[in-house]
Structure formats: structure tokens, C-alpha cells
């Protein structure tokens, strides 16, 4: 499947998740592997300190990771853990998360993603995350 056909399947499924939809998630680059998931800021994101709220950022970084990990086992798949690290406020007009397969088994892969905050067009790193990615069992079977 070529590039473009690739991001356009991944921006069908993320339109598929009303959450996604809501914030104004966007799907800029997919590939066996990789994800790069753009995310506006705006005030309805913010917590009391006008930050972009940690969950918004925990969204783009476990959306980011997912589909980095879907598209390298080529398979449904979900999320079955992953930790993040806040390393700064997130301030500015968009975030960036970009993130990668690290390793690709046949049940789950290992993703890793850095999420930036873009501000007068320079990205700054503010969080940075690793998840474990699973295989979806088949929907005939009976586990």
C-alpha cells in the first residue's frame, strides 16, 4: 500500500474515535512503525494553570503509540500499558507527538513517543512516553 493510501486508511480509523474528533485530533504521517498525531491547543484543553491539561498530552502520546504499533504488528491492536514523563509545561498552539515501533513481535510491540509543543514555530519537547502495544484476539474466538 503506498504512503498516501496508508495515512488515509489511519485518518478513517482515528475519525472513528469520537474523543479524537472532539479535540481536533489530526493524523500528519503513518507509516509501518510510525505515527505522527498533531493536536490543537486551545483553551477547552487547559487545566487551572493554563497548561494543556496532562490528559490531552497522555492522549496524543497513547494514540500516537497505538497506531506507531498497529501499523508495525499490521494487525487491530490496543494499548495494554504505557508511562509518560511530564517534562514540561505544555504552552503554545499545537502539540506533536511522534512515535515509533522499537520492537515488533507477534503479539505486541514495544513503542516509544516524544511529544512537542509548537510555539512561534519551534517544537519543545514536554513529554516523553513508552508503551506496550497488543494484538486484538481474533473476533471468532471465544477468549
Same mark, same amino acid.
Not at 496532562?54 to 494499548?79: E, H, Q
Not at 511530564?86 to 512515535?99: D, K, S
Given at each position: 500500500?503506498? %504512503?498516501?493510501?496508508?495515512?488515509?486508511?489511519? /485518518?478513517?480509523?482515528?475519525?472513528?474515535?469520537?474523543?479524537?474528533?472532539?479535540? #481536533?485530533?489530526?493524523?500528519?504521517?503513518?507509516?509501518?512503525?510510525?505515527?505522527?498525531?498533531?493536536?490543537?491547543?486551545?483553551?477547552?484543553?487547559?487545566?487551572? &494553570?493554563?497548561?494543556?491539561?496532562?490528559?490531552?498530552?497522555?492522549? @496524543? !502520546?497513547? &494514540?500516537?503509540?497505538?497506531?506507531? #504499533?498497529?501499523?508495525?504488528?499490521?494487525?487491530?491492536?490496543?494499548?495494554? %500499558?504505557?508511562?509518560? &514523563?511530564?517534562?514540561?509545561? !505544555?504552552? #503554545? %498552539?499545537?502539540?506533536? !507527538?511522534?512515535? /515509533?515501533?522499537?520492537? @515488533?513481535?507477534?503479539?505486541?510491540?514495544?513503542?516509544?513517543?516524544?511529544?512537542?509543543?509548537?510555539? &512561534? #514555530?519551534e517544537d519543545k519537547l514536554c !513529554?516523553?512516553?513508552?508503551?506496550?502495544?497488543?494484538?486484538l484476539p481474533a473476533k471468532n474466538?471465544?477468549?
Amino acid at each position: 500500500m503506498n %504512503e498516501t493510501l496508508f495515512l488515509q486508511k489511519g /485518518q478513517a480509523f482515528l475519525a472513528l474515535q469520537p474523543l479524537s474528533t472532539l479535540i #481536533g485530533a489530526e493524523l500528519h504521517a503513518l507509516t509501518p512503525g510510525y505515527c505522527e498525531l498533531h493536536v490543537p491547543v486551545t483553551e477547552k484543553n487547559f487545566q487551572q &494553570n493554563g497548561f494543556v491539561h496532562g490528559g490531552v498530552v497522555s492522549y @496524543a !502520546a497513547d &494514540n500516537a503509540l497505538t497506531f506507531a #504499533g498497529g501499523t508495525a504488528l499490521g494487525v487491530p491492536v490496543v494499548t495494554s %500499558e504505557f508511562k509518560i &514523563n511530564y517534562v514540561r509545561p !505544555a504552552v #503554545g %498552539e499545537r502539540l506533536i !507527538a511522534r512515535a /515509533q515501533a522499537v520492537y @515488533a513481535g507477534q503479539s505486541q510491540a514495544v513503542c516509544r513517543c516524544d511529544v512537542f509543543t509548537v510555539m &512561534n #514555530g519551534e517544537d519543545k519537547l514536554c !513529554a516523553v512516553a513508552q508503551g506496550t502495544i497488543a494484538r486484538l484476539p481474533a473476533k471468532n474466538s471465544s477468549t
